[in-house]
Structure formats: structure tokens, C-alpha cells
């Protein structure tokens, strides 16, 4: 069927899906098998499935883009190829060969082509995911997979577009904590992140900035996002130390940010060093990254119900600069001197 969007202006986020998907099965015995590419439908799952009773689940989220000169671009999946395979050891899944995760993705993206939307900010997100389909009620991993793939046409993560969102910042609850599984792209993260998130939300705020498990300190990251501090010409983000995720948009704006002449340093910072840096001026902008919302301007923190106003609500020419040029790789506009495109298909 054709694509159910005339107006792409009003597309959503991971609300319409494609006419088909990609699904394999694993067993100890047999290894990857069976299925492929089909028709995008329910599958059979017996009560008992381990992913329903023990989260014994992992996924990533990547894009297709529609270049001006017809091809259809991948935004460096061999990454999330690698990511969701630290993911799998991590929770005692099975590998899955990056080969095999690639190309299943451009042929899925090649089947649906007519569903990578073409209008400015617009693009096909891809969902990869795994889970444990044993059914069984004994706490070990399952012996038996599913690896599917399927594909949504979306617009803006945030309703603001790229325009600078309100940022809450929790004090008390956190996304996770260091030996857990906090640098783990997994759905039991995002469960756990869900009370915070409708607590900012009824405050009037997008999105929750987490502090540390230990000290309720340090930050760490936003819910759907990394973040970057920006000082000037240096931009500041937290390490990764096992409980904040390794993005693959994060790594990026961390090898582009030379090209605008800015230096990047991992470093912890505190809440109440932010905060003051923000009161004197001395932090210039604030932006988080991942592959939903690819860059977001942050325009304030609110933290004990006051509001810390950064770069006076407005879009900083550092964000600015790193967004275009990441979007215009992305979209297959500029040379991509990094070698992070990989051609999907052509449109036919």
C-alpha cells in the first residue's frame, strides 16, 4: 500500500509503520534462521516468553534520510551494529553478525523505499530489536531469539522542532547506575525512566536531566539523549563510566566540533556548577544529541522549581553550526569526508 502521509508536516514519532518487516529466529541449536523479510504483522509469542517476564530485551534506533540526488543513506549503522552486540553480551543474547544486521536493514529500506519521507527534517526510522522468546519462569537467559526490524516514517522528535525545550532535572529518582545496565540500549532503562518523565511532563517540561545514583551530584544524561555543555569554544559532556549510553550521535559531534574550531573535553560536572555557570554567563549554550531528536537545543533548566535561563532561550551559534553540518552528512548534501553514509538504495 502506499504510504498513509500526505502532509509530512504532521508526522509524528514511531506512530505509522511500514508495509513490512524483517524478522529471524535463533535457537541454541540451529543458530539464525528461518523468516526474513514479510509482511509487517503480529507474531506468535507463548505467555510464558522470557522477554515478558524477565526484560530480557535490547534494541537500537537508527535512520534512512532521502538525499537531493535519489540515493537513500544509512547514518553509520555498523555502529549500531557493534552497539547492539555489547548490548547482547551484556544481557546474555546471542551475537548477531554485523553483515548480516546491515544488510537487512538497506534490503528492508530498498523493499519500502516509497516510505522515506523526502520533506526537510523528515526521515525513516529503523528499530533493530532482540528478545527472549523461551517460554519459561526460571530466572536464566532464554535459548531462543527473535531479531526483528521494522521502519517508521517520522518528523521531530520534539513538537518544538529545532527550537530550544525545557529541561527538568531530577533530583531524587535516576536512569541508572554504574554496574547496572545503564549503558545498555535496553527497554527496561526506558520503563524505568517513565515516572520522571510524566512528572515533567504534567511540570511543562520535554524532557528530564538525570543526576548520578550515589551523590544525586553529577550529571549524567537526559532521558532520550546525551548532553553538551557549551563554554565558549569548548564543549563539555559527562564520560561514559557504565551508566550513561555510548550514542552514536554523541560521538560524533565529538569529531566534528574542530571543524568550528571548538575543543571537547569528557568531564564530570556537578548540578550546582552548571547551574552557576549558567547564572554567570559563563556556560554559553546547552544541547543534547541521540538519533531520535539528532541535536536539541536546550533553552532552560528548571532545578527546585527555579528556572536557569541559558543563552536567553535562544538557539547558540555552536549548536546551530554542529546541527547543520551533521544534517547536511546526513542527507547526502555535503561530502562526507568521515565515511559515516552508506547507500541504502536509489529511489526507482
Known amino acids: 500500500m502506499r504510504p498513509p502521509f500526505s502532509d509530512t508536516s504532521k508526522l509524528g514519532f514511531g506512530e505509522i509503520f511500514s508495509d513490512h518487516m524483517f524478522l529471524l529466529k535463533y535457537s541454541d541449536e540451529k543458530g539464525w534462521h528461518g523468516e526474513g523479510i514479510k509482511k509487517y504483522g503480529p507474531f506468535v509469542m507463548d505467555p510464558a516468553s522470557c522477554v515478558l517476564h524477565y526484560a530480557q530485551e535490547i534494541f537500537e534506533g537508527l535512520k534512512a534520510y532521502s538525499a537531493p540526488d535519489g540515493r537513500i543513506l544509512l547514518f553509520r549503522p555498523e555502529e549500531n551494529a557493534r552497539r547492539m552486540n555489547r548490548s547482547a553480551a551484556r544481557l546474555c543474547m546471542p551475537q548477531i553478525p554485523e553483515e548480516l544486521f546491515v544488510k537487512a536493514i538497506a534490503d528492508l529500506v530498498n523493499i519500502d523505499q516509497e516510505w522515506v ?183 532552560y533548566l528548571n532545578y527546585r522549581d527555579k528556572e536557569y535561563i541559558i543563552n536567553d532561550n535562544k538557539v547558540g551559534k555552536i549548536t546551530k553550526s554542529i546541527y547543520e553540518r551533521l544534517i547536511n552528512i546526513q542527507y547526502g548534501r555535503v561530502d562526507d569526508v568521515y565515511g559515516w553514509t552508506r547507500e541504502a538504495c536509489r529511489i526507482k
Request: charged letters at 20%; a negative charge; hydrophobic letters at 40%.
Open 117 to 299: 519521507p523526502k520533506a526537510t527534517g523528515t526521515s525513516l526510522y529503523i528499530r533493530p530489536t532482540m528478545i527472549g522468546t523461551e517460554p519459561f519462569l526460571g530466572v536464566r537467559p532464554s535459548k531462543e531469539y527473535y531479531f526483528f526490524i521494522i521502519l517508521s516514517p517520522v518528523g521531530a522528535y520534539y513538537k518544538e522542532g529545532f527550537n530550544p525545550v525545557g529541561i527538568y532535572v531530577e533530583e531524587a529518582m535516576v536512569r541508572s547506575t554504574k554496574g547496572g545496565v545503564g549503558d545498555v540500549k535496553t527497554g527496561g532503562n526506558y520503563a524505568a525512566s517513565l515516572l520522571a518523565g510524566e512528572k515533567a511532563k504534567k511540570k511543562g517540561f520535554a524532557q528530564v536531566l538525570y543526576l548520578d545514583a550515589d551523590e544525586h551530584l553529577f550529571i549524567e544524561e537526559v532521558g532520550s539523549m546525551n548532553v553538551f555543555f557549551v563554554y565558549g569554544k569548548k564543549l563539555i559532556t559527562p564520560p561514559l563510566g557504565g551508566s550513561i549510553l555510548p550514542g552514536i550521535t554523541r560521538q560524533s559531534v565529538i569529531t566534528l566540533a574542530p571543524e568550528f574550531g571548538c575543543e571537547v573535553e569528557e568531564r564530570r560536572l556537578t548540578i550546582d556548577e552548571v547551574l552557576s555557570d549558567i547564572e554567570t554567563g559563563k556556560l554559553t549554550e546547552m544541547f543534547g544529541t541521540g538519533t531520535a531528536a539528532v541535536i536539541s537545543p536546550v533553552g
